[in-house]
């Protein structure tokens, strides 16, 4: 057992995934539909779903995982599916909870195997909340956060009753004060005085210990979570599959299947695996992409480990300490060069230190790092996993809403319009995208239980396996196909018009 999986918790078994009768009725209802009668080996031949191919006969994807914390449970149980109906995976991309399941894709194995199993291996013999690695105290209002219903109210009516019991006992006390010569309240008043001392001393010790808690937690990068556990976890992962360097995650990432080929002929150029982790940094207010820019950063590779790529990912604000970088070497040459070719940055204004939170706060759904707009025929679609955790009683009130909306209420909304604006907007202008993915309906599981039940979790698995049969049995490569040429054509005749009046004016 390696450092970072020192739970005593005994793992699940992954026949308690794989064997669930739903999820085997998902795949008895594909077979159903896409089996080959006349091959006498169980198979899905009948499902075409792109017309790139390896040696094997696997079909190859884009890949795109949302992020959603411990919702990434239903994101495996979605790929499971997947491979299990001959789907392999080209490009993969994803953001949080939806950058581990693609890290882990990335590193394990080769193209042409199925990961999903593999991954559900790590996720079994793993306490989730070993993740929740900050101070004793904060770990403990995190459970009971999670697990309790109406907590906040029960903290809420503590401090209140506190109060009230405070201000009662120096009522009492005036009183005692005043009526001293009488035995009954010189007594009463003795005792009022003790317990209105003690109750004065807890609640200094309560302020100085809170106050002490937000210098830690203003130290600590305004998060509760050092996030060191799951990023030892990573690490251990990805050295078990040999890579220890940026370099290994991109070679490994980067190898194509053999016998990579299109099924009626045609051209692979250009066409390659990679993988694409994405974060956030709020110091200079960017988009960052991992692997592919971590030139941006240092000039020796070997100061930055792969895990770290995945650990800025997945930073969500105040529950995870933001992941920091420091030491950048701004006066260098090569550093001022990447800086140019991926942000355009001037040099004057490259930052000595950089600090990431989550990718989720700018694209958690970057579907469009593989839009290719010279292409007019796709060689392969692009799939997608979206996790809907809204419940659709919500979706109808906000329709309804008009102008009875609390402050929390609309300081979410504000903020969800801002850090969901950057991928809708892609997908309201490509359109194509979104006959590729997939939404699985995880509404009724909190996204930050990370003491999760294994009842739970074979349940988001479940929700995640159902969405894919569903998605499958709708999907439609020609259709896709054609709506791509359809959509290059549109394009490339608005084109030659805005050139021409460009010209004229």
């Keep these: ?77 979605y790929t499971y599916i997947l491979e299990q109906a001959g789907i392999r995976f080209m490009r993969l991309a994803g953001t949080s909870a939806g ?83 009488v035995p009954a309240f010189a007594i009463i008043g003795k005792f009022s005085f003790v317990f209105t001392g003690l109750l004065v001393v807890s609640v200094l010790t309560g302020l100085m210990y809170f106050n002490m808690l937000l210098k830690r937690f203003k130290d600590r990068g305004f998060g509760v979570n050092p996030g060191k556990d799951f990023q030892d976890w990573v690490r251990d992962i990805m050295q078990e599959h040999g890579v220890q360097t940026v370099s290994d995650f991109i070679a490994k990432a980067g190898t194509p299947p053999p016998g990579m080929h299109l099924r009626n002929g045609g051209s692979l150029k250009d066409l390659g695996p990679d993988v694409t982790l994405i974060t956030s940094d709020i110091v200079t207010q960017n988009k960052i992409e991992f692997p592919k820019m971590w030139d941006l950063f240092t000039t020796d590779e070997k100061t930055l480990h792969p895990a770290q790529f995945v650990r800025a990912s997945m930073s969500i604000p105040i529950f995870f300490e933001s992941s920091i970088i420091q030491d950048i070497p701004r006066d260098e040459a090569k550093i001022h060069k990447s800086w140019m070719k991926h942000l355009l940055t001037d040099p004057a204004d490259i930052p000595s230190a950089v600090r990431f939170v ?14 290719n707009p010279k292409i007019e ?52 202008k490509n359109s194509l995208f979104k006959k590729g993915i997939g939404r699985i309906d995880v509404h009724e599981f909190n996204w930050l239980d990370f003491s999760i039940s294994d009842e739970k979790k074979v349940a988001l698995f479940v929700k995640g396996a159902q969405a894919a049969g569903q998605f499958l049995q709708s999907f439609d490569w020609e259709g896709y196909k054609a709506d791509r ?15 021409t009046l460009t010209a004229t004016l």
């Design 99 to 181: 950058a581990i399941n693609t890290a882990m894709m990335a590193v394990i194995g080769s193209k042409q195997e199925a990961k999903s199993e593999k991954v559900l291996r790590y996720l079994c013999s793993k306490d989730l909340f070993d993740f929740v690695d900050g101070h004793p105290f904060a770990r403990k209002v995190i459970r009971k956060v999670i697990t309790q219903e109406h907590y906040f109210k029960n903290v809420k009516k503590l401090i209140t009753g506190t109060a009230l019991a405070l201000v009662a006992l120096v009522l009492l006390n005036i009183i005692c004060i005043g009526l001293k010569g």
């Design 485 to 499: 040429r359809e959509a290059f054509d549109k394009l490339n005749t608005v084109k030659p018009i805005q050139q």
């Design 377 to 428: 025929v796709p060689r392969l679609p692009t799939f997608g996993i979206d996790l809907d955790d809204v419940d659709p009683k919500d979706k109808e009130k906000s329709r309804q809403q008009t102008g009875d909306m609390g402050l929390g209420g609309y300081m979410g909304r504000m903020f969800n319009t801002i850090r969901y604006y950057y991928d809708k907007d892609f997908l309201l």
């Design 358 to 371: 989550d990718g989720g706060i700018l694209s958690n759904f970057p579907i469009n790092i593989f839009y």
């Design 1 to 77: 057992m390696t450092r970072s999986q020192s739970s005593t918790r005994p793992a699940m078994a992954l026949s308690a995934f794989t064997d669930n009768a739903d999820v085997k009725n998902v795949l008895q209802q594909l077979h159903q539909r896409f089996e080959d009668k006349s091959n006498p080996t169980p198979n899905m031949d009948k499902l075409i779903v792109s017309d790139t191919l390896d040696d094997q006969g696997n079909q190859y994807v884009h890949l795109v995982q949302e992020g959603g914390g411990v919702l990434g449970v239903a994101l495996v149980g």
